[in-house]
């Protein structure tokens, strides 16, 4: 709930006032609440900060999905169609370990085709996905196996066949893990080495494809990688890209929901030092590939509902770090693909609905700073501002602790709706629902009610936020 609050001759009192109308109803605290639920949260409207690309949101597949699931990213998939339609636009990606190992074969497949290559007919079949979903690609070629005439060829057919829906090309995933992997490749597989390939790979296709765009390196986690390269091709690519996973391996059995809100320690500084790269060449930054627990997730917490409030918070994450947007890995199943797709039907994961709430609070969005009073709690403020009104994302990650948030504006405020992102519980693999709604079968979301409030020209009010759960309210100014 909301309430406005009003300075009196003793302390203050707090009131709700306007219309309610719930998409969950959360308790409402006592008129005098323990002073340690209560979270003040100031937002500066006026300090206009880092603008969010409405591209930010994207998802990522292994190559091996084109070739093993045709029927999934296909024009025919109506119900994925229109789930990836609720978010507005984006970036789809293809690579993975498997764009190292699928091979290219320039022909069309036939009964006899193994199923570990890539042809025309799956490009073909990309690139009216990709038509119908209005997003762009980046697209990996094999740089596994290294082979530059093979690499050449392929990229030739993928331009020539996407045209202006290739987003980029890039050569090989994760790099600077081929010398524990890769039997082309010893070890330990150093930078320069890698660099060597690259400019190879790049003279050959450039030959074939002079204006095709490129991106890289597509590291797993060295970011002084991505440093290196910024450095060194820098006038050669369009953007830099890395990959995160919040922790892992899925093989740790000491894993918990808690988890997903505890890096491993590969990242310090990560996206400070890729952001660093980006503004000396110039260039913008993504996360290419990203998602909860490595290794393909893990069931009961990259499945469940703390998947999707991790999701929403390292979005804002990435956001405020200046990155320009984050893809999402998964295949056709798995705990932490976004979507399972089985005999024919979609159905999305609880993290999908992070994506319905980062779009409806920041996607075209230009970011403004929210300071908390204090960080003791398992909770995290973002805001944002758009054709006049101001979101604030408010993420609640305790499973115990109930916050009511002291909303402090630079501005007076006329009206603010709340939108609830929540579910029964934070293990919860279904009853997800964002604004009140669920998606319909076929795929297709509709905004439920929110919590209408009247604020009447002042600068301050209070929203509760239940535990495991979060809120995007948006604020119109004025009196």
Not at 8 to 20: Q, T, V, Y
């Amino acid at each position: 709930m909301i309430y406005t609050k009003r300075k009196a001759l003793i302390g203050f009192l707090i009131i709700a006032i306007g219309s309610f109308s719930a998409c969950t109803k959360a308790g409402i605290p006592p008129i005098n609440p323990p002073v340690d639920s209560i979270l003040t949260v100031s937002v500066n409207q006026n300090s206009l900060g880092i603008a969010i690309p409405d591209t930010f949101q994207g998802l990522s597949y292994e190559m091996s999905t084109l070739p093993n699931a045709p029927s999934f990213l296909n024009p025919n998939n109506s119900t994925l169609i229109n789930l990836i339609g609720n978010l507005g636009n984006g970036l789809l990606r293809l690579g993975g370990n498997s764009s190292d190992t699928v091979l290219w074969s320039n022909t069309t497949r036939s009964k006899s085709t193994p199923g570990n290559r890539l042809t025309q007919s799956e490009i073909n079949t990309l690139s009216t996905f990709s038509n119908a979903i209005g997003w762009k690609v980046l697209f990996g070629l094999n740089m596994g196996a290294y082979d530059t005439a093979a690499a050449a060829s392929e990229a030739t057919y993928v331009y020539n066949k996407l045209q202006s829906n290739l987003y980029a090309l890039q050569f090989g995933n994760e790099p600077d893990g081929y010398g524990s992997w890769n039997p082309k490749r010893a070890s330990p597989y150093t930078f320069s080495e890698y660099l060597a390939q690259w400019q190879t790979y790049y003279t050959s296709v450039k030959s074939r494809v002079p204006s095709v765009p490129l991106a890289g390196p597509d590291v797993a986690y060295q970011s002084s990688w991505v440093a290196s390269f910024a450095s060194n091709a820098k006038t050669k690519v369009k953007l830099l890209d890395s990959h995160y996973y919040q922790n892992g391996p899925a093989t740790d059995t000491s894993l918990t929901v808690n988890s997903l809100f505890t890096p491993i320690p590969q990242y310090p500084n990560y996206f400070t030092t890729i952001n660093k790269a980006s503004v000396a060449a110039k260039l913008p930054w993504r996360i290419s590939e990203c998602n909860s627990i490595n290794g393909g997730g893990k069931t009961g917490i990259s499945n469940v509902f703390g998947a999707a409030l991790w999701a929403l918070d390292f979005m804002w994450d990435v956001a405020e770090s200046n990155g320009g947007g984050v893809n999402f890995h998964g295949g056709t199943g798995g705990p932490y693909s976004p979507f399972v797709y089985s005999n024919g039907v979609t159905v999305p994961q609880p993290i999908y609905y992070a994506f319905l709430a980062f779009k409806y609070g920041a996607n075209g969005a230009t970011i403004v700073p929210a300071s908390l009073s204090t960080t003791k709690y398992k909770f995290s403020a973002y805001a944002s501002e758009k054709s006049g009104t101001t979101y604030v994302t408010l993420i609640n990650k305790s499973q115990t602790q109930g916050l009511s948030i002291n909303l402090q504006l630079s501005n007076t405020a006329s009206t603010a709706q709340v939108a609830r992102l929540s579910a029964p519980s934070i293990t919860s693999t279904s009853g997800v629902t964002f604004c009140g709604s669920s998606v319909a079968a076929n795929g297709t979301f509709q905004l439920g009610t929110t919590e209408n409030y009247t604020i009447g020209g002042l600068k301050t009010f209070m929203v509760t936020v239940p535990p495991a759960s979060a809120a995007v309210v948006s604020i119109v100014s004025g009196n």
